[in-house]
């Protein structure tokens, strides 16, 4: 199966809020489309338009296997958000995929560090943070359904 990644668009939404979801609830985790994940309705306004990036990962009949988005923090920070993997697409190295293309977006966009919040029981997504070089630190605050914290200083070596 081939697989592309590609900016998403508005049109993407329910595709993107069906896939985040479902991997929420997988997990026990509780989607929040009017608070955590309000960024959702509005995808080109949320992330392009406000100098980040969403891009989702697309199978050969179209339908969006994984999400990565990059949202704008400051001009040298970005937030790592919505990094998700549908299960079908799991175990294949396409989460490595997402999250080096993450990281080369955000190095060439400009952002100098990442940083990212998430729920520890995501195991899987916190093991392949760590082996990236994401460091704990603790936020002023962090979502509710998030227990943890992690940042990345961008380097040459980072994205290379």
């Known amino acids: 199966m081939q697989h592309s990644l590609r900016p998403a668009t508005n049109d993407d939404r329910v595709a993107v809020e069906n896939l985040v979801f479902s991997v929420l609830a997988e997990y ?3 989607p929040d489309p009017d608070g955590t994940d309000c960024d959702l309705h509005d995808i080109h306004a949320s992330y392009h338009a406000a100098g980040g990036t969403f891009d989702i990962l697309v199978g ?3 339908q969006v296997l994984g999400t990565v988005g990059l949202f704008r923090v ?9 990094m998700y993997l549908a299960r079908s697409a799991r ?3 396409l ?10 977006r955000a190095s060439a966009l400009g952002f100098t ?3 990212l919040e998430t729920a520890s029981v995501l195991r899987e997504a916190v093991l392949l943070y760590e082996r990236y070089g994401f460091r704990p630190y603790v936020p ?4 509710a359904r998030c227990d943890t914290a992690y940042y990345l200083e961008l380097t040459p ?3 290379a």
């Not at 989460?95 to 080369?104: D, I, P, S, T, V």
């Not at 002023?140 to 979502?143: P, V, Y």
């Open 74 to 82: 400051s001009p040298s920070t970005c937030e790592l958000r919505k």
């Open 140 to 143: 002023e605050h962090l979502a």
């Open 28 to 30: 026990g985790l509780t």
């Open 91 to 93: 175990g294949q190295g």
């Open 157 to 159: 070596t980072t994205v």
């Open 95 to 104: 989460g490595r995929r997402l999250l080096e293309h993450g990281l080369a």
């Open 113 to 115: 560090r990442v940083v």
């Open 60 to 62: 050969d009949s179209g």
